[in-house]
């Protein structure tokens, strides 16, 4: 068998990888320190940047207040479930690694959201 049997078509990689970054994280099989500094720390930490800023110049041009508090908020479900799969990621970590992983996650869901 060819590496190229093995292989999905053209473009059909591309076409799961939503689903499957959201069921390697919901499942608990991304490596808890993968979850936590790249996913949660960099991009979950950048996207929530990003939409607080256009969100605040939303309110600074005088849009819709709907409009602007919509964009705020919108990367809370995606904090919500970054730290569900967090959660679920450190059952199988070490206690302490887990039991820190979790609370700095708390810590990092509750400044997102509030800041």
């Known amino acids: ?8 078509p053209d473009g059909a990689a591309d076409r799961r990888f939503p689903l499957s970054f959201l069921l390697s994280r919901w499942r608990g099989s ?6 936590f500094w790249k996913d ?4 979950g930490t950048t996207i929530n940047v990003a939409a607080a ?19 705020y908020f919108a990367p ?5 479930f970054l ?3 967090l959660w679920k990621s450190s059952a199988v970590a070490d206690e302490t ?8 996650g ?9 800041i």
Do not use: E, K
Request: proline content about 6%; charged content about 10%; aromatic content about 12%.
């Open 97 to 104: 690694w887990a039991l820190l992983t979790r609370i700095a």
């Open 30 to 35: 991304v490596p808890l320190g993968r979850l």
């Open 76 to 80: 809370l479900p995606y904090n919500v």
């Open 53 to 71: 800023l256009l969100g605040l110049l939303l309110f600074a041009w005088d849009a819709p207040t709907a409009l602007a508090a919509t964009v």
């Open 106 to 114: 708390l810590l990092w869901l509750m400044a997102v959201t509030v």
């Open 83 to 85: 730290f569900a799969a």
């Open 1 to 8: 068998m060819s590496d190229d049997t093995l292989r999905p």
């Open 40 to 43: 949660i720390l960099i991009y």
